[in-house]
């Protein structure tokens, strides 16, 4: 079992929809991080979260938005996208950003598709 | 900045032979050293870490790793394999705070267990 819980495991959306990602961990983690995973590519990070706030965001388009409502749940916010936006999407946590090689915790990811 | 090589995109092997997935890794600070290995349709679940101390490191699933400073390598190594540890394996590095700590991941190996 996963301590990182990533809800909903499978999503498919048109274009001109606006969904959720959601991802929650109960580890007492300040660190939190969303990943894009094409098939057969390492994770691309996209976004980090220290203690609520955003610390990086890897020049990714405006139609991801993420939200971090508090130190345990972390959202990634879908509107408009392109089929090549397609992937498994994935959450991680860690105790803190870059805290002296602490490793982060993966869910199990949302697998998106956009029509 | 780092870089993380992974020499083998994939590696055939039968049940209960040995394996040694190879990672080199290129930094000009010390780092932090992770195998994550991916299962199908699931997140990454770590499988070893190095941060300090002794080069032998120990892992879940009878998997160990051995870091050479001298070569920058981490390969991972498991005796004797098993039909269930067909999986993707990433090699990831951190660093001690140039990157925020953030993972540099290789590109992955398949590694594929026949009976």
């Known amino acids: 079992d996963t301590e990182v819980t990533q809800t909903p495991k499978h999503l498919v959306m048109g274009m001109t929809n606006k969904k959720s990602l959601k991802c929650e961990q109960h580890?007492?983690?300040?660190?939190m991080y969303w990943y894009k995973q094409k098939a057969k590519k390492p994770p691309e990070l996209m976004f980090v979260y220290s203690y609520e706030k955003l610390s990086i965001n890897e020049s990714v388009p405006s139609r991801f938005s993420p939200e971090c409502p508090n130190s345990s749940l972390l959202n990634l916010h879908l509107h408009a996208l392109q089929p090549e936006d397609s992937a498994l999407y994935l959450c991680?946590?860690?105790?803190?950003?870059?805290?002296?090689?602490?490793?982060?915790?993966f869910g199990d990811g949302t697998r998106l598709s956009i029509l | 900045a780092q870089s993380v090589t992974q020499l083998d995109s994939q590696v055939p092997v039968f049940e209960e032979a040995p394996v040694e997935l190879r990672c080199n890794y290129s930094s000009s600070v010390s780092v932090y050293l992770f195998w994550y290995v991916q299962y199908p349709n699931q997140g990454l679940q770590l499988l070893l870490k190095?941060?300090?101390?002794?080069?032998l490191v120990k892992g879940i699933n009878g998997f160990e790793a051995e870091f050479n400073k001298s070569q920058t390598s981490f390969h991972l190594r498991k005796p004797s394999v098993h039909i269930s540890d067909t999986a993707e394996y990433f090699c990831a590095v951190s660093d001690y705070g140039g990157s925020q700590g953030n993972l540099i991941f290789g590109k992955g190996t398949k590694l594929s267990v026949k009976p």
């Open positions: 580890m007492g983690h300040r660190a």
């Open positions: 991680a946590s860690s105790p803190g950003q870059g805290s002296f090689g602490q490793p982060q915790h």
């Open positions: 190095y941060l300090s101390g002794s080069t």
